[in-house]
């Protein structure tokens, strides 16, 4: 495992980082390029579709907010230990 690597960052610009960082599906740090980096939190916006994910880096100790917006919708019943609804 190459834990320690970190994508190059040098000579973009924070628009290229954050066009790099969204198509990566934000797997690495966007100040530093980490790839050690942790969501430690998640929450999402009243009636917006948005999700939101705070991270972290190990490395730089910065942190930062991914937001996820409703792109699909899967109407698969997921029934979570619920008694058998179907009357
Ligand atoms: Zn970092």
Redesign the pocket.
């Given at each position: 495992m190459e834990t320690n690597q970190k994508k190059d960052l040098s000579g973009l610009t924070q628009e290229q980082i954050v066009k790099a960082y969204l198509q990566s599906s934000g797997v690495f740090?966007?100040?530093?390029?980490?790839y050690?980096?942790e969501v430690y939190d998640t929450y999402t916006t009243s009636d917006e579709g948005i999700a939101c994910e705070k991270v972290r880096?190990?490395?730089?100790?910065?942190s930062w907010t991914d937001n996820y917006t409703l792109t699909g919708v899967d109407l698969e019943d997921e029934d979570e230990g619920d008694e058998d609804a179907d009357s």
């Open positions: 740090c966007p100040f530093c390029g980490s050690r980096i880096c190990y490395d730089c100790e910065r």
